[in-house]
């Protein structure tokens, strides 16, 4: 089924090829933070020390999101999707419990079930890094836990349920690219839906983590392209020599955009492989075009039968055979 008018088909496969085709969809993201979340192992916050930008050699400490911090919350976006329009039920397939192993978030995120098979994901992900410094980008803050008078005493006897957590600060920026291996049409609009509308990373989902993320284009290659760190650090030379960092202020929103479209234009320019890009003013197509098909329920129903039934043929032929 054909989705999309603005690109050539050239990019996609009709089906999803069971071994690696060398077809690779990236999407250039920049994940911008509203609110305080937690990206933190152990009760400390993830940060890295680098160097600051590719010309600029200081060595910084930056705030870091893993991999599965950013994975994990959008495809379990796309498998609440599957389940409000009746294509997926909690009995067929139960996130790291009991994979179901035919529908498209296995298929397209993959799964391991120990001997009983596995699916590599061809949704790759790597750490993203924030712009700015760690120093710059965290708060810490005190927690209390009162009880329901609204005071931290219980029956006369005052408690010291007091706790202290660093949270990352609203309007810090994690460049981030997230690549599709081998997309069809729908599996490609399937993790687009997902990315753009996932809003909440991080530990304390339910009350804290609200991120937003700003596609800012796709590239469509035979390989692999620029990773999160060098891309994040070519931002911050363009924003450093173009004097956009103003400290303590957060960073500028527009500013940010603009810098990260022109850095990637750059580093994209510096590339080794075939790639056809569409990033800034040649994106907005393809993103009008991508969003009238997932805001409106006709839409994205056509989209996630579409990867349903293509994820239940792949499984069809090569894991159901591949098990008896």
Sequence with gaps: MKFLKTLDSKFFHPEIPYKPMGKYAHFLTVRVTE???????????????????????????????????????????????????????????????????????????????????????????????????????????????????????????????????????????????VTLKDPTEASFLYVFNNILRTRHYGAQTTRTGRVRNEIIGVVFADGEIVSNLRWTQAIYDYMQSNQMIKLPEPLDEDNVYKAAIASIQNLMSEEFIVHSDFIGDNFQALLTEAKSFTASEEGIKSILQQADSEAKAYADKHIEKKKK
């Design 35 to 177: 609110s305080y979340p937690l990206f933190q192992t152990d009760g400390e916050l993830n940060k890295a020390r680098v160097r600051a930008g590719i010309d600029d050699k200081t060595t910084i400490s930056r705030l870091s999101m893993f991999k599965r911090k950013q994975s994990t919350p959008e495809r379990l976006v796309g498998r609440e999707l599957l389940r409000a329009y009746e294509l997926l039920t909690p009995e067929e397939c139960e996130y790291n419990v009991a994979f179901g192993k035919n529908n498209p978030d296995c298929i397209i995120y993959g799964f391991a079930i120990g001997d009983a098979g596995s699916e590599k994901s061809k949704v790759l992900v790597d750490t993203a890094f924030s712009i700015t410094a760690f120093d710059e980008s965290h708060e810490t803050f005190t927690l209390n836990a009162p009880y329901e008078s609204g005071t931290m005493s219980y029956k006369g006897e005052v408690t010291s349920r007091i706790n202290q957590q660093d949270h990352i600060r609203p309007q810090v920026f994690f460049p981030s690219i």
